[in-house]
Structures are given as C-alpha cells and as structure tokens.
C-alpha cells in the first residue's frame, strides 16, 4: 500500500507578487499525516490558516485566490502543482502576504527545491478516489469542457483555442507525473497584449514583466497606445505592425502555453484533497472551470465518503478457498470468504458470492431471502481474520473470537445475486492478541453494512 508522503524539510522562495506587485516569502513546510495543504497568513494577526479545498476559493478572474473570513491567499496554483506532481499530501505553506510570489511564471523553482529537501513516506495510507465511470462538467457559455475517465494513474491532457492569429489551437499531455518536472514545471503563464489594459484597471498584474510572463501580441493596434503600454510594462518601446511572443527568455516549448494550461489543471485540482486516478481531458481550461470541477468532484467524494475497493474478476486472486481453509476453521455452513483479493499494511479485502443455495435463506424467509446481518458481520470478522492469521506462524493453532461489536449500521437488503467486497481495516496495531478493527461491506459502489468490533487471537488447546 502507497503511503502518505511529506517534506523532508523546510523551503523558501522570494519574488514579487504578480497582482500586488509586493515582495513576498512563501515557506513550504512539512506538516503530519492526514493534514492536507492548508496555508497560512503569517502577516497577519494571530497568523489564520485556509485549507486548501476547492470550496474555499473565492475568485478565479486571473489565478486561484483562497478566501476564507475576508482573509486571502492568491496565485498558489503554481506551488500546489508542484507538491501534488511530487506525491506530497501534507504541508503547510506559511507566506508573508496576500499572494505567493510569481518568479518566472512557471513551477520550476518550487520542483527544484521539492528536489532539494527531499520527500518523506509517512505512516497513513495514501487515500485516492478512483475514478470508476466517466464524470464530465461542461460550460456552454464557454465552450470550456472537463472530462475524467477511469484509469489506472493520473494523467492530464490539455486543450486550448483562442481567437488568435498567434495562439490559436494546442494541446499538451501528461502520461506520467514523475515528468512533471522536466515537461511541465517550466511552462510559464501568459497574457495577450489586449488583455494588459483591463486586467491593470481591475486592479491585477501590477508586478507583471517579462521575466514572469510569456506576452502574445496578436492584434495590432496603434503605435501611440503600443508605447503607452509599454511604458506601464516598464519595457522599451517596440514597433507596433510586428506581431509575436515578447518575452526576454525564447518559449522553451512551442506549446509551452498549452503546458501552462495543463500545470494550472493540475494545481487548480490539487484542491479536491485526495489524490485522484483517472484520465483528465480538458478543453479550453480555464481556473474558473477548474475550480468547479473541483468542487464537483468533492461532492461526489463526499456522496461515497468511504469508495468501494476496486475489484475485477479476472484477476488473480491472494488468497483462494483453500488458503482461507488453511487460515480459519470456519466450515460449511459458516465458511463466508469465497477469496481475498487485496491485503495492505493495515487492510484487507475479500469477497463473497452470495447465492440462492444458502443454507440461511430457507429461513430468512423463504418468500423474500434475504442475508441475516449477523452474518454480514461474521463474514466482516473472518475477513478481519485472515488478516491477523496470515502474519503468525502456525495459524492453524489459532482461532479468532468477538470481544465487542459497535457502530453496526445496515443500509440495504443484501439478496441472493449480490457478490458482496468486504474492506476492513485496521483501527491500531494489535497488541497482546487484541485488535480493532472497521469493517465495511459494499454491493457494486453502495456501502450495505458497517461495523466496528474488536477480536481476540487465541491458540486452541
């Protein structure tokens, strides 16, 4: 099982804001298991933190901006990109104003330093959601389109169109994040010429240059106004009818935009919380589309707050009826694991194929069967079972026993047909043959039966 990953220390970069044009420090930090990405005002009275969550954002005119009790935190997208290509889960960003300072536009110098502290595996399991069938969000105004589809890791493609004679269609993809730092990190962000005059008016963009931007000139215009905005970009007069990028540093790909675009996917859908796998496809992206998608997806993580194991009949399973005969000494009738067909650190999956010769439903009742819960949760503790039996030796010698059973709740009729995923996990590493554990038993993706219970290992006499 994947774990958790942090820093191995502490990083700080420094730059100008690119909207407040004010120099600013963000420090990246470790932070423990489970904390997520939360980002804290340091400048502020009594120092707030905002979780990093999609519904926290507050504005996406021209970056992601956080916002919580009228305190904000703007253009992260950049750093969390880099952290979620990196594997980390958990960190506290400490930044000393309103905004994380730009550099050069890009997530370079963030991957960089990633590289230099190192990264930490932690104790808590990595927790995905998994992408099981085709999620799409759609703004027709727009034209804009996200779509997720179910795959085995996660990897982004990225399409753009612009009304432009300059930039006018590209697309970029990312099979593997592990490239994330040589085929993404250093696309930089850009602006049409066009657009410089009202972002400025709307009060954005006051410490954008060329050193942190890619500038597209598409659309010629004046020379009297083409200098006067050259004037407010703090740049040298050029000559008007020449169309292009300006830009101090050459593209470093010619689809570096489209890369760009792709890097803001990937930081904007860092704030969903958990790492995902599936395929995105996104057309004409854009921060506010990415944000709702988002948030989106939070709602259906929220909607399947525990997501059933993946589970396909053709593979192999890891331990089959006769290595679970081998483990308990549970026989007809009341052998109720068919297989197992995952075992982690601290976790344990198995199955039972639930059919209309069980020796129960001729009881209960014979003209509507249905599977007694008591049964449910024995099968949960043999299933909870095989895990312990399966890390002593001689396991024969051992049966398992209930001390106590809590939380049990019973969420659907259980029939014959059904082919019941057990997941139970371990709730603390056991001691003096004592364990705690949770159990869930889902039917396809819907959870029908739930318990907490604490068993006991004993060796027979």
């Known amino acids: 099982m994947l774990k958790q990953k942090t820093l191995g220390g502490s990083f700080s970069l420094k730059g100008k804001g690119l909207h407040t044009g004010v120099n600013l420090t963000v420090t990246f930090n470790p932070a423990p298991d489970n904390h997520g990405y939360k980002i804290q005002r340091i400048d502020l009275e009594g120092q707030p933190i905002i979780d990093a969550v999609a519904e926290n954002v507050g504005e996406t005119t021209r970056g992601t901006v956080l916002v919580k009790n009228n305190i904000k935190v703007s253009t992260i997208e950049h750093g969390l990109a880099a952290l979620y290509s990196a594997g980390i889960d958990n960190c506290l960003i400490q930044v000393d104003g309103p905004e994380f300072p730009i550099l ?69 993809t990312l099979e593997d994040m592990s490239k994330f730092p040589e085929e993404i990190a250093s696309a930089r962000t850009f602006v049409f010429v066009r657009e410089i005059e009202p972002l400025l008016n709307y009060g954005l963009i006051k410490g954008g240059d060329l050193d942190n931007a890619i500038v597209i000139y598409e659309r010629q215009m004046s020379q009297e106004k083409y200098d006067k905005l050259a004037d407010v970009m703090g740049v040298p007069h050029m000559d008007a009818t020449q169309l292009g990028y300006i830009n101090h540093i050459p593209l470093v790909w010619d689809n570096e935009p489209a890369r760009h675009k792709l890097l803001d996917i990937i930081g904007d859908l860092a704030l969903i919380g958990k790492p995902i796998k599936g395929r995105i496809i996104a057309t004409r992206p854009g921060h506010t589309i990415n944000n709702k998608f988002a948030r989106q997806i939070r709602k259906e993580i929220k909607l399947h707050e525990v997501q059933a194991p993946v589970y396909n009949c053709n593979e192999k399973p890891v331990m089959d009826v006769n290595r679970i005969r081998e483990l308990l000494p549970h026989r007809y009738p009341f052998a109720l694991i068919d297989k197992v067909i995952s075992i982690g650190a601290n976790h344990i999956v198995g199955v039972k194929n639930v059919t209309v010769n069980e020796p129960f439903f001729q009881g209960h009742f014979p003209e509507e069967p249905v599977m007694p819960g008591v049964l449910q949760i024995e099968a949960m503790a043999q299933c909870g079972g095989l895990f312990i039996l399966n890390t002593v030796d001689e396991p024969e010698r051992y049966s398992t026993y209930f001390m106590k059973i809590d939380g049990v709740k019973f969420r659907q009729k259980v029939v014959p047909g059904d082919t019941l995923i057990f997941r139970v996990e371990l709730l603390a590493p056991m001691r003096r043959g004592i364990s705690s554990m949770k159990g869930y038993v889902f039917v396809g993706e819907k959870v029908v039966c739930e318990a907490e219970f604490t068993a006991q290992i004993v060796k027979n006499k």
Do not use: C, H, M, W
């Not at 190192?118 to 389109?145: C, L």
């Open 104 to 172: 050069d536009g890009s997530a370079k110098y963030y991957v960089e330093e990633i590289k230099k502290v190192g990264i930490v595996e932690q104790t808590a399991p990595k927790d995905f959601y998994i992408i099981k069938s085709k999620i799409e969000f759609r703004d027709e105004e727009t034209g804009s389109s996200i779509i997720v589809l179910p795959d085995e890791s996660f990897s982004v493609n990225a399409l753009i169109s612009y009304d432009s004679k300059i930039l006018y269609n590209q697309f970029a």
